[in-house]
């Protein structure tokens, strides 16, 4: 079993993310959506203590320094490459906080308040930003095939967003690695790449292949992404759909196959940010 441990994003705004309609064919369920919330909240509290108890060990240790030191040095160069002279705003989420969040109104939701003068230790190095979760739908737009690659902007219009994940055996607190990971996400205009039906007709069509690839995690359990913040569509939350792939056949055109799903899962974006993505002229 792994853990998504961490998802670090560095974010500039040149653009506006708008609105558009949902899946056609969705159907939210309020009940089940309550079943796997409480789901969720078990997963997470098991999660959270196995982690606690081998997250002293030096090798967990070692781990922590080198996610710390990468994360802020990657931080950084995105805002060195971007030019950003602003002071940048931080914050992350740990388990009290994400139970905080799932029992109030998510459209008042707010961030934590850090300053300039937050350590990067603080930032960088919990293991609760993301929390282990039940497996999510893949929804009705995943496309098998895509191709292995780390920027897949393909020049989409919207807010600049590096993407790390790091999956973490939850028994060990070990990286684990060679797990190819599969991204997709809405445009900023809430459009899905590779699909041409009602309600998402994509540039390109059923051709086109913007805001998705595949990476493989490395020694250290990391994958990451350049791409752009995603849009949001009536009905669902702002997400970014991941899919885990293990012991696959790298082919000759840069696709996998073979191997089996490890995990489905969708990471679900804070709505305060969010609400500033969409407020950028």
């Known amino acids: 079993m792994v853990h998504i441990s961490k998802v670090a994003a560095a974010v500039t705004a040149f653009c506006l993310a708008s609105s558009s309609v949902a899946h056609p064919g969705e159907h939210h369920d309020h ?5 796997e919330v409480i789901a969720r909240d078990a997963m997470a509290s098991a999660a959270k203590r196995s982690l606690d108890s081998c997250s002293g060990t030096l090798k967990h ?3 922590t320094a080198r996610s710390i030191a990468r994360r802020s040095e990657k931080a950084r160069q995105l805002r060195a490459a971007r030019n950003i002279q602003s002071k940048p705003k931080k914050f992350r ?3 009290a906080t994400l139970e905080v969040y799932e029992a109030i109104d998510h459209n008042n939701t707010g961030i934590l308040d850090y300053s300039v003068a937050t350590p990067e230790t603080t930032i960088f190095s919990a293991n609760t930003s993301c929390i282990l979760t039940p497996a999510n739908t893949d929804g009705p737009y ?4 895509e191709s292995i690659r780390k920027n897949v902007t393909e020049g989409q219009s919207g807010v600049a967003l590096h993407l790390e994940v790091q999956y973490i055996d939850i028994t060990t607190c070990l990286p684990v690695p060679s797990v190819y990971v599969d991204i997709w996400n809405a445009n900023a205009t809430g459009v899905y790449g590779g699909i041409n039906v009602t309600g998402n007709v994509a540039d390109g069509g059923w051709d086109s292949t913007f805001l998705r ?3 493989a995690t490395d020694e250290d359990g990391v994958a990451s992404f350049d791409t752009i913040f995603p849009g949001h569509y009536e009905g669902r939350a702002t997400h970014t759909h991941l899919l885990a792939h293990s012991n696959v056949t790298v082919l000759a055109n840069n696709t996998i196959s073979g191997g089996a799903v490890t995990h489905i899962g969708q990471l679900f974006w804070n709505e305060a940010l969010r609400s500033a993505v969409e407020e950028t002229p």
């Open 213 to 215: 690839g595949i990476q």
């Open 61 to 63: 240790r070692q781990l």
């Open 31 to 35: 009940h089940a959506i309550k079943r």
């Open 93 to 95: 989420r740990d388990l």
């Open 142 to 145: 995943y496309v098998l095939g």
